[in-house]
């Protein structure tokens, strides 16, 4: 009897360290690369690896400024940006809602005007 005891608690333990440490890995920066535009209502990121498209946050607080600072005429021209971010699933209501995840930037790498065709096409 004291053998299944054993036995269930280390299973419980093993489930608890794999959830955790699956939930952690979620939270990890990770590189994108893909296409940003913003505007009044929109700030979105297309990944070009996957062809998905996030509704982007800008924790980082460079990407908005240097974005605005390439001085387009108008809203939601798209650039090349490789960021470093967190990707999660939005939420039901508010700002991004109708975009199934969420790429919150840390950090800008680059940015620019020329989108280069054998990357993201």
Request: glycine residues 6%.
């Amino acid at each position: 009897m004291r053998y299944i005891k054993v036995s269930i608690f280390l299973l419980v333990v093993i489930a608890v360290y794999a959830c955790n440490n699956d939930a952690h890995k979620k939270d990890q920066v990770t590189l994108y690369k893909g296409l940003y535009s913003a505007g009044p209502e929109i700030k979105s990121f297309k990944d070009c690896d996957s062809g998905q498209e996030f509704w982007a946050v800008d924790s980082s607080a460079q990407l908005e400024l240097q974005y605005s600072q390439l001085n387009f005429e108008k809203p939601y021209e798209p650039v090349y940006v490789e960021v470093e971010g967190i990707k999660s699933k939005s939420g039901k209501a508010g700002m991004g809602s109708e975009y199934d995840s969420t790429l919150v930037v840390k950090k800008v790498v680059k940015i620019t005007k020329e989108i280069p065709q054998d990357v993201c096409n």
